[in-house]
């Protein structure tokens, strides 16, 4: 059946590993190089999906490099005084992806200050508590801005400070645009694939990758935007999904069947994206959902750096 | 054709008169309380149209109070230099609004200056040449806050502080909701019927109007999003007309005209209303855009209260 | 020796009543109409002081209406955690100025958001938690603006808004100018007094007093500047102290001793007043300080307000 | 007259060369190599003078770096369409400090965005158009944060991002500490000796000048505080002349006479230094004033860049 393997490509157009996951799971195909992992943290109050992408297969079917996903998902994050629990398992899981020796360590708070959607890594970096000045070693961090802040590509302003402070890793904290809704504000993304091309809220940015730094990258994302196109996708789909299943429209639905995803996808593209191509779907307090994920954020970055001596809080949490 | 006439209850949820009215039109009801004119202004450039609601029946059909509503509409309000032409031409409108006899304004921007998304009031006060404390008259105004800031009804704050100041008119400005997304950042509405509940970016507003406070009340709205869950109706809608008229679809649609709008619509409501009812759509660039329509409205209040002595300068533009 | 007893009225020219006091003693004048009242909270890292003026003799000799003063003064105020209990030991004697039956408490926080060094007020209001619209009693506010800001009185606002809302007590909270340059970020003053014209760090606000209202106004206010051309006159003061008492300069000061103190201060404020007049003295990290005091305050309100069943907590701390 | 002629070495505690300029000759001082020449622009409404440091004897004497240093002075700088005057203005001087040939300039804004006092550098370069990224040449930039924010000595960070952007010249821009609070919000002063030391309201600044980059650095700066002890100098020397000069105090001051400016410096270091060590004066609108000045030196920068291939409208105008 061809149609039912067939997935929409704008399916993938997400920067969580997690979602391209679902979405390659759901179109039924077979993926050997791509591993999945769940776990538990704070009692099941927190929930974390591994996702690991092995071959250059998997990094084709999934659009993403290999590398390991790690997502935390939680409704903690949207209550008072559970962004603390979140912070620190986060942290757990950022001593995982750190290399086992290290001394310095090179934050980098990605996007655009001016624009709410867009300024979670400068945020972050305001609430890190630098100590590489005082001590020679340790964290030090900037937030170099957007390309139309600063007319140079920020991967040469990362490049050019970290060949100044050489550092045995870069932590670079970016806003990401996710799939589904349901991510804004419960979702955390951490990988060691560095930040790669065109992901982000921001658009164009180039890599800051192992490749092209030469040290290991740390990315933390936060899922702060979904783009307004991708509720149209959404809603085509879930009436087509329903016409095609449900009893009460059996009937009517013999036509609809020949109408398929791609007749569906280039619907929308043609009567919708044009109006719906610069605008982005956020929650009414995005303001206030960066400054919570700010702080937590930094706060993870803060307790792994500066704590480092402590070993296995997480695991035993976890 | 019952079906055909029918017209979604959703599309009339929008703050903007003119949305609502085109959907009345579209729907082919008789309103003939119900007046629409247009004219231009700045060359062409700027498009106006003034509804007019003449009677209790045209209020219901419309969802809005009886009174008149001034749209400008204009892509300038998107260019570097052609905010002053649109504040000029706003200014000219709110003079047509204002009695003839004043002596005191008393602006009133309404909205939380925490979130972007509904700052717009409060930023338009920060940007008024205030001058009733030098002068006894003459302008004055305050943002009072929302419910939430402030432990008291807005309405009440107003209430109060016109009962010792005593203007002679209020122009009350807020963030407003549209149905289009083309309606962000090329819009500005002007209406002599005040604030009415349930209306604005934030919910659950009193009344502000001239049987609440005792004096005109002039509102002046910008639209500064759309609700996520307009952007799946949207897509419905598009989808159902398509196949009502697009050739290419011929074969497959007999049975899709089976679906009439109101199961359509039930079905959206089942399948992501929950996830999306507290998402707004927004520009990307929703800072730059409150920061830019904030000075342009206090532009055109400034022009319109203290060069209220040259007369004449919209008309021989218009 | 008249002169020795002479005070400078320019002393006086301080928004605290500690220091007004302080410079009464040194002067050496009698004030029965005045008393003092010392005490320790947190064992001994919080520091009070009660100033009473208990007629208008007293009141005209410190240049403040009659009332009660209660400063509280603390290291504690610049250390990372010192602030909560500094926040809760001020809990504590705002409960005691609260009138003994309330239902309603209206907040209101003077000054100007725009300008760092006046912007203690707004801030408060910020960070309260308002019940008001709730319960329809609690705790309610606003940051009415400043007069150039809103065209009225700051008083007329509060009067309207207090008409309408029947509080039985307004805290106003206010940044206060102080002589010394000690006081800035270590000290809060409490009054049952209301805010009297010319206090604060702006200029000409209008009283907020139980005579202007006809309900209680209790004052918060923490000392943000100190004026410019004071440090003119305390380096004056110190030299012309100096001069009469240190037996290095014993020769020289047979003649300065004939400079008399009005002398001194017709000087400076000939030779330095013009250029100082406008300008005020500020720690550099002025914005974290009215952060840090912005929350503080607030957190005493808030566990006045909202806790006001569990009696006693204070007592047992101090 | 040994005490005529000897200076107060505080005097030269300021940022200004046309400052310490002032203080050289006053005290009566040869200083051969050191010039100064004055000119006016705008019709006399812009004073400039500029210093140029000639030899090692000067720079010893002046306390700065040899090379020019050009100050320009209004009084337009402080109304409302006076700042695009002096902005075209100083667009002239930039333009003669610039290397003759020039392909990409990169402006560094120094200081800390979050302390309003010190928040000048990084909102110029929110000001600025930049072009290198579209262009390949043209103009970058970037605000890199304070030590304390980055971990990082700010002048490591210029030469990382220096390395890869490669430009032709740096144009830092920092707010300054001035001596005389008659230069708040009234003095530009523009250099082609870079950053030096100790200079700016941030302290322990390392060097960016043609030494440690290699290339040329012209630093802009302007005064935004002066220190709180410079009042206290002043008022002793404000005294200590009249004493010295006027008739009334004639009979008083033969004994103050023998009262020596180091004995009257050292009185003051002792009694008030500790106070006000931490303390800056500023006008109580330095929000207003950053804001203002913010602006205006962006203007210059991109008047001077974008339009370079206009030549001598300055010298027309000057």
């Known amino acids: 059946m061809e149609d039912k393997n067939q997935f929409f490509s704008y399916e993938m157009d997400t920067d969580l590993a997690l979602e391209a996951g679902e979405c390659l799971t759901k179109s039924g195909r077979r993926a050997e190089g791509v591993a999945f992992e769940e776990e538990e943290a704070e ?17 084709k079917l999934m659009g993403k490099p290999m590398g390991q996903y790690i997502t935390l998902e939680s409704a903690l994050m ?19 992806l750190l290399p086992s020796q290290w001394k310095t360590v090179l934050a980098v708070g990605l996007g655009n200050r001016e624009l709410t959607v867009d300024s979670l890594g400068p945020r972050v970096i305001d609430n890190l508590f630098m100590t590489h000045h005082r001590e020679g070693e340790g964290l030090c961090g900037l937030a170099p801005g957007v390309m139309a802040q600063t007319g140079m590509e920020t991967a040469d302003i990362v490049k050019g400070v970290a060949g100044q402070t ?30 790669t091309p065109g992901s982000g809220v921001g658009n164009h940015r180039n890599s800051l990758t192992k490749e092209s730094l030469g040290i290991p990258v740390i990315a933390i994302g936060v899922p702060m935007v979904i783009k307004a196109v991708n509720i149209a996708y ?14 009460a ?27 719906l191509g610069d605008l982005c779907v956020t929650p009414k307090d995005i303001d206030e959902l960066v400054y919570v994920m ?15 001596e402590i070993p296995g809080t997480r695991e035993s949490r976890s």
Chains 1, 2, 3, 4 share one sequence.
Do not use: W
Not at 45 to 57: A, L, S
């Open 43 to 59: 009692g099941g109050m927190i929930h974390i999906t591994k996702v690991t992408i092995r071959d250059q297969e998997g990094a």
């Open 249 to 275: 429209f059996e009937g009517a639905c013999d036509a609809i069947r020949t109408f398929s995803p791609q007749e569906a996808h280039g619907l929308v593209e043609e009567l919708l994206q044009p109006s």
């Open 166 to 195: 050489k550092p045995d890793v870069v932590i670079a904290v970016d806003a990401l645009a996710a799939r589904s809704a349901s991510r804004l504000g419960t979702t955390i993304q951490l990988t060691d694939t560095g930040i």
């Open 234 to 247: 959404d809603t085509l789909h879930a009436v087509l999904k329903v016409l095609n299943t449900e009893k």
């Open 294 to 308: 700010g702080k937590a954020v930094a706060e993870a970055i803060n307790e792994t750096i500066h704590h480092r």
């Open 78 to 96: 949207r209550e008072e005084n559970g962004m603390e629990l979140c912070a620190h398992a986060l942290a757990g899981y950022i001593r995982q």
